[in-house]
Structures are given as structure tokens and as C-alpha cells.
């Protein structure tokens, strides 16, 4: 294959990948929430919740400074969420039976890794891409400073994110590339491999530079000592952070990277293009006689289990009579029975094992250590199967099947009272011990918890017909509960004088408009199809 062949070759199949990635759903749903980032990087003047501080001070909204806090914010969000996005590249193709072409075209491994690398690389770049212009409207409409300079602005995100973002399309594509990584493990693997990079990617000293975060607090501390001095609080802090009082603005008007630190931008490219090469090594191209499944991404290895693949049980769904909706509450639990057992289906006897050493922590140890670690501990574990609400059918091939049942709406409702039904059966410990110490507030926090939890995920499971998108939505928002944000605590967990922070009483009554909007998306769904 010539070399102009070659990149023909390349070109197209990154294009073709491309297109496909940005017309899914969760493509635009981390786009969105990285503009929402973007708003809180640059914050109005009276705000009080900023990503970027000093202490309690920011930069004057000018375009260096803009540019900066969006480029690291973006960064931050995109190395987390946009894995969630491109992940499935593989997978996608073993599905549509596209990988088995290419298996039986003379392209190379090698290029075929590229090809996948380079368009999970472009999909974050895109969504990096509508972040940076974000940041120019930001700057325009705060008013601080509505003098634009391009460079200034633009240079962060090439010079600090983007090379990140290379980074994320590189292990994006290894992850589906290694057997025990492929499904659900692997999400929850690359949400606490995200966590790591974005502490330890702050320091001055992280590899490659980290998130450049060392370079530009160096400068901006100078220039706060330049026009306050040495008083006040000058701590450099990256990440969501609820302040008590808007921050005071101080004059920054940028730094230039130093050769060092361009280099070591371009080694960590380097870096993430030799990682995403690695499983040319390994990887069979979607041939079956080259190791089976294990060597490329089936259906069943990105199920959303912790464990083997689900298999459906078939009195669950077969044994339900075509009467049901004239059978009443006798046959509406015959069917909650079944989409329960549905729903934890092939979970290992080793995953019941830790759910029942946490209700055994949850019975022992003091109230407070319940209500601030074991509830949360609970209400993370079972994120995988929480998952599967919503897009089990669609992810197994059993959507046509599941659409013949005369009662839609009715096994929507048994699908969501299965989630409900493992929330609180795992929640049974702090349920028990705020009933035994009369805790009326934490108790009705835990039932908006257990109402909200399996809405979400219902209405984000049929809605993006993926088990991805909540796992990518709900890991964030448990951390930001569990790091004290108590205007987003669904559960509880977040107490002042003992008794829950948050806004206890809206989450049952989001929990209904989320199931509210589950069933009219459903419908919407139904009429299209028919």
C-alpha cells in the first residue's frame, strides 16, 4: 500500500467513525455539560460557585485569563467525561458488523488503531473546539474586559488540553482493548483513573506538565502579590467549589509558555499516540479466528454488569400472561418480580458478598459514620446495575421482543420499581438506624434517594438507550455529594447540626417529573416507531 493510499485509507475511516460518534446522544450530553462548565470557569461577579480561584480572588475577565480558566476546566471535565464518549469505538463496530469487513481487508492493525485513535482525538477536540468558543462569549458577555485577544485566548486550550485530550483518546481505545476493562469495570476503573490525574495533575512537578495548572498558578500568584501583596489567602484551587462570598478580581494578563513545558506537551502526545498503538500487539482485529471475542469488543463484554454478560431469565418475561393489564396488583408483582430479577441478573455471588459487608457496616458503626460514609459506599456500589435500567432491552436485543408486551406503560413502572426495590433493599442499614434514632430529616433524605436514584437512571437508560450516559452523569454527582456539595445531595449524606444541608424535599418530587418525562419519551418513542 502506497503512502497516498495509505492516508486515504486513514482519512476515511476516521471520518466515517467521526460522523457516527457525534450523532449519538451522549455526545451532546457531555458537550452541554462542558459549556455548563465553561459558564462556571467564568462566572458572573456576584457568583458563588467558580471552578478557578486564589484563595478569595480571581483574574479581572480578560482574555488570558478567560482562556485559561475555561482551557483547565475543560480539560478537567473532557479527561472524565469525553472517555465515556469515545469508548466504544471497538465495540461499536463488532455490533454492526463493520469490524468483521474490516477483518477481511488487507488494512494493517496498526492503521486501524490509528484510525479509531485518531477519531475518538477529533470528537474531544470538537467538544474542546465549541468550549473555546464558548469561553469568547463568555468573555464578551461578563463585560469585565471585552478586548479580545485571540492568541491569549485560544493558545490554552491547544497547549493545555488539548494534549490531555490525546491522552483520554488513548486510553479510551486500550480499555476496549483489554478483556477486564471492557464493560462496566472499566468505567468505574477510568472515574477513579480521572480523580488521581485531576489532583495529581495540578502539582507544579506532574508528568508532562500535568493539567499545566504549576505554570499558569505561578504566574497568577505573582500577579495577585504585584497588586495586593503577600496578604490574604493565595491557594491555587482547580474544581466545582461553593464560595460565601464573591471573589475580589485582581489585573492578569497572561504568561508565556516556557520551552520546557512545550516540550513536555509534546512528549505526552507522543506518549498518548504509543499507548494507543500498544494493543497492535494483542488486538485481533474483530477476527474470530484470531482468540474470539476476547479480541475484539462483542455486545456482551461492554454489558453494563460487573461481572459475565446478562442472560435474561426466561420466566421473568415469557410467563407474563397477555391479560395483564386486566390482572390487576397480583400480576403487576408477578412482573416486578421478574424485572427485578432481570435487573440483577449474573451479578456475582462476590458483589452480594460486599453489598451484605456494608449493611453489617451500616448496623455497627456509629450514626454518623452511617449517614457520611456507608450511605454513599451503598449508593455507589450497585452504579453498574443501576445502569442497566432503561437500556438492558435495547443493549440485548430484546426491545422487539419486550414491545409486544400489551402493557407498555406498565413495564416501564415494574422496570422502575426494580431499581427503587435494590436502592433500598441496599440502603436497609442507615434506613434502620435513622429509624431507630427518630432522624425524621434523614429519613425522608433517604427516600428521595431511593426515588431519584433509579428515575435518573430509567429516564437516561430509554432516553440514550446506553447504560454509559448515567454512569458518566452519576459518578460526578455522587463525588460532589460526598466532597460536601450539599445543593446536590440526594441523599443525605451532607449534615449541619445532624440534620441533612441539602434540599431534601425536591428530590422526590424530581423524582417524579423524571418519571414523568421517562414515560412521555417512551411514548414519543412508541408512536415514532409504529
Not at 492568541?151 to 491522552?167: K, R
Not at 477486564?180 to 502539582?203: P, Y
Amino acid at each position: 500500500m502506497t503512502a497516498l493510499r495509505l492516508l486515504r485509507t486513514l482519512a476515511g475511516l476516521t471520518a466515517g467513525d467521526f460522523k457516527d460518534r457525534v450523532r449519538r446522544p451522549v455526545h451532546l450530553v457531555v458537550l452541554l455539560a462542558a459549556v455548563g462548565l465553561g459558564c462556571l470557569a467564568v462566572p458572573p461577579a456576584d457568583g458563588r460557585w467558580v471552578i478557578l480561584a486564589l484563595g478569595e480572588y480571581r483574574g479581572t475577565y480578560t482574555s488570558a485569563y478567560v482562556g485559561v480558566a475555561t482551557a483547565l476546566a475543560g480539560g478537567l471535565w473532557l479527561t472524565l467525561g469525553g472517555f465515556y464518549v469515545v469508548r466504544k469505538g471497538l465495540a461499536r463496530d463488532e455490533e454492526t458488523r463493520v469490524g468483521q469487513i474490516l477483518a477481511a481487508t488487507p488494512a494493517r492493525t496498526v492503521l486501524l488503531l490509528a484510525a479509531k485513535f485518531l477519531s475518538n482525538f477529533l470528537v474531544l477536540a470538537s467538544m474542546l473546539g465549541v468550549l473555546a468558543v464558548t469561553a469568547l462569549a463568555l468573555q464578551l458577555v461578563r463585560g469585565e474586559d471585552r478586548g479580545v485577544d485571540p492568541v491569549a485566548l485560544f493558545q490554552p486550550f491547544l497547549v493545555m488540553a488539548l494534549p490531555l485530550l490525546a491522552l483520554t483518546a488513548a486510553a479510551a481505545l486500550l480499555f476496549e482493548t483489554v478483556p477486564v476493562l471492557r464493560g462496566g469495570l472499566g468505567n468505574a476503573a477510568w472515574f477513579c483513573v480521572a480523580l488521581v490525574v485531576g489532583i495529581k495533575g495540578q502539582s507544579a512537578d506532574a508528568p508532562f506538565g500535568g493539567f499545566g495548572a504549576g505554570p499558569a498558578a505561578g504566574s497568577l500568584r505573582a500577579a495577585l502579590s504585584e497588586e495586593f501583596g503577600k496578604a490574604g489567602d493565595h491557594t491555587f484551587s482547580l474544581g466545582l467549589t461553593q464560595i460565601p462570598e464573591p471573589l475580589t478580581p485582581f489585573r492578569w494578563d497572561g504568561f508565556t509558555f516556557g520551552g520546557d513545558f512545550l516540550v513536555s506537551r509534546l512528549l505526552l502526545v507522543a506518549a498518548a499516540v504509543a499507548l494507543a498503538l500498544l494493543p497492535a500487539l494483542w488486538f485481533g482485529r474483530h477476527d474470530p479466528t484470531r482468540g474470539g471475542p476476547a479480541d475484539g469488543a462483542s455486545p456482551a463484554a461492554d454489558a453494563p454488569a460487573p461481572v459475565p454478560a446478562y442472560a435474561p431469565a426466561p420466566a421473568a418475561v415469557f410467563a407474563l400472561p397477555r391479560t395483564a393489564a386486566e390482572r390487576g396488583g397480583r400480576t403487576f408483582g408477578r412482573l416486578l418480580a421478574g424485572e427485578v430479577r432481570i435487573l440483577v441478573g449474573g451479578v456475582s455471588p462476590w458483589w452480594w458478598a460486599v453489598a451484605a459487608a456494608l449493611t453489617l457496616a451500616g448496623l455497627t458503626l456509629p450514626l454518623d459514620a452511617v449517614t457520611g460514609l456507608v450511605l454513599p459506599a451503598v449508593w455507589i456500589w450497585p452504579v453498574l446495575v443501576w445502569s442497566r435500567l432503561g437500556s438492558l432491552p435495547v443493549e440485548h436485543g430484546m426491545e422487539g421482543l419486550l414491545g409486544a408486551y400489551p402493557a407498555p406503560r406498565r413495564r416501564l413502572l415494574a422496570a422502575w420499581g426494580s431499581g427503587v426495590v435494590l436502592t433500598a433493599v441496599l440502603g436497609v442499614a442507615p434506613l434502620l438506624r435513622m429509624a431507630f434514632a427518630a432522624d425524621l430529616p434523614g429519613l425522608a433524605a433517604w427516600l428521595g434517594g431511593v426515588l431519584f436514584i433509579p428515575s435518573l437512571a430509567l429516564l437516561l437508560g430509554v432516553v440514550c438507550r446506553t447504560h454509559r450516559v448515567f454512569q458518566v452523569v452519576y459518578l460526578p454527582l455522587w463525588y460532589l455529594v460526598v466532597n460536601q456539595v450539599a445543593a446536590l445531595d440526594f441523599m443525605g449524606a451532607v449534615r449541619e447540626a445532624g440534620v441533612p444541608a441539602g434540599p431534601t424535599p425536591l428530590f422526590p418530587l424530581l423524582a417524579l417529573l423524571l418519571l414523568g418525562a421517562t414515560f412521555l419519551a417512551a411514548e414519543t418513542r412508541r408512536s415514532l416507531t409504529i
